[in-house]
C-alpha cells in the first residue's frame, strides 16, 4: 500500500538549534518528492522536489534529501520565522500521497 | 511563476445558501487541478481532482452532487458547496498541475463559514 509517513508530529528548537524531519514512504514508480511549508490559515508554499535516491536540494536555512525510502529536511541554524508546518507529499503514477506534517515551533 | 489564486479568502454565508469558490493559475496552464479540505491543525483531505474538460473525480465519501467541481478551461476550476450546512464550514484549498509538470502548487486558501 502506497504512504508517506512523518516524523515528528512537532518538534520545538531553540534558535540557532539545527534538526532535521523525516519523511519515509513506500510507493511503487516514484514520480517525485515534495516538500511544503504551510503557515496557519494559509495555503501550503512548494519548497523543494526531488526525484533520484542521492539528490539533494537547498534553500536558504532548508536542505532536502533523497534515499530509496526516505528524505530529510534538514534545518540549519533556524530561526523563529522558520516556524511552520512542513508537509512532505509523493507522486506515484498520477496520485499524490500526502503526509500529515511535521509542526516546527521555533523558539527565540 | 507558479502563482495560483483562490477567490474569495473568505465566505460567510447562511445555511441552505451555495458557494462557489474559485481557482484560477496565474502563469500556467493546468491540466489537473486538486481541492481539498482541511480541518483546524490538520492535514489535508483530498476531496476531488479535476482535469480540464472532464468530469471530476470525487474521493470516496464526497458527495459529487454536494460539492460540484467545473473545470472549464486550462486555468479555471470551481468548487461550489450546495446547500451549505454548518459542518461544511472548512478551509477549502486547490492545487493546479502544469502541463508536464510534477508538483502540485497551491492557492491560498478559502475559509468557508456557514451559519
Known amino acids: 500500500e502506497d504512504q508517506v509517513t512523518q516524523s515528528p508530529e512537532a518538534l520545538r528548537l531553540q534558535e540557532g538549534e539545527s534538526s532535521s524531519l523525516n519523511c519515509s514512504y513506500t510507493?511503487?514508480?516514484?514520480?517525485?518528492l515534495f516538500w511544503y511549508r504551510q503557515d496557519p490559515g494559509k495555503g501550503p508554499e512548494f519548497l523543494f522536489t526531488?526525484?533520484?535516491a542521492g539528490e539533494e536540494k537547498e534553500k536558504e536555512r532548508l536542505k532536502a534529501t533523497l534515499t530509496k525510502k526516505e528524505s530529510f529536511l534538514h534545518i540549519t541554524a533556524p530561526k523563529p520565522e522558520d516556524s511552520a508546518t512542513y508537509l512532505c507529499?509523493?507522486?506515484?503514477?498520477?496520485?499524490?500521497?500526502f503526509g500529515t506534517g511535521t509542526s516546527l515551533t521555533v523558539i527565540p | 511563476g507558479a502563482v495560483v489564486s483562490q477567490h474569495p479568502s473568505r465566505v460567510i454565508c447562511k445555511s441552505g445558501t451555495s458557494v462557489k469558490i474559485e481557482c484560477r493559475s496565474l502563469?500556467?496552464?493546468?491540466?489537473?487541478m486538486f481541492w481539498y479540505r482541511q480541518f483546524p491543525k490538520q492535514s489535508l483531505m483530498l476531496m476531488a481532482t479535476?482535469?480540464?474538460?472532464?468530469?471530476?473525480?470525487?474521493e470516496q465519501g464526497v458527495e459529487k452532487d454536494k460539492f460540484l467541481i467545473n473545470h472549464a478551461s486550462l486555468t479555471l476550476s470551481t468548487l461550489t458547496v450546495t446547500s451549505a450546512h454548518p459542518e461544511d464550514s472548512s478551509f477549502y484549498i486547490c492545487?493546479?498541475?502544469?502541463?508536464?509538470?510534477?508538483?502540485?502548487?497551491f492557492g491560498p486558501g478559502t475559509r468557508l463559514t456557514v451559519l
Open positions: 492545487s493546479a498541475v502544469s502541463i508536464g509538470g510534477n508538483e502540485q502548487f
Open positions: 510507493v511503487s514508480g516514484l514520480r517525485g
Open positions: 526531488l526525484y533520484s
Open positions: 507529499a509523493v507522486r506515484s503514477g498520477n496520485q499524490f500521497y
Open positions: 502563469d500556467f496552464q493546468a491540466t489537473t
Open positions: 479535476s482535469n480540464e474538460g472532464s468530469k471530476a473525480t470525487y
